[in-house]
């Protein structure tokens, strides 16, 4: 049974940090690129980074761009979403995926077969 638990999310002051994690099991954790994903109150779920297996492509959306850095440990099975210079409209329920999809498709959500249950990220102005 394949399992994603993202923590690290809390209420944060706008230009502060927060590094969120997700943790993996019961998958080939080295195999999957991994995805973050975040939804706004009243908004789509949206895309915000994803990170290929061994780590040598990130991409990012251009709303986090230079603020957020995706990073990932195979050894521990475990991705990392270090967000800096927090902006109010950051404020979202963070989602961590994991799926195979060809780099150029990393965006899109429907390329993800896994997903985690979220975390909250509310940043105060």
């Known amino acids: 049974q394949v399992q994603l638990v993202e923590s690290g999310g809390g209420l944060v002051q706008a230009g502060g940090s927060l590094r969120l994690a997700c943790a993996a099991s019961?998958?080939?954790?080295?195999?999957?690129?991994m995805g973050w994903f975040r939804q706004a109150p009243g908004k789509e779920r949206e895309f915000v980074a994803a990170?290929?297996?061994?780590?040598?492509?990130?991409y990012y959306a251009d709303s986090v761009k230079g603020r957020f850095t995706f990073s990932r440990d195979n050894a521990k099975t475990t991705v990392y979403l270090q967000m800096n210079s927090l902006k109010p409209e950051d404020t979202a329920i963070y989602y961590c995926?994991?799926?195979?999809?060809?780099?150029?498709?990393?965006?899109?959500?429907?390329?993800?077969?896994?997903w985690g249950q979220g975390t909250q990220v509310t940043v105060s102005s």
């Open positions: 995926a994991a799926g195979t999809p060809a780099w150029g498709s990393a965006y899109l959500q429907r390329m993800y077969a896994y």
């Open positions: 019961g998958l080939t954790f080295s195999r999957y690129t």
């Open positions: 990170l290929n297996r061994g780590s040598t492509n990130t």
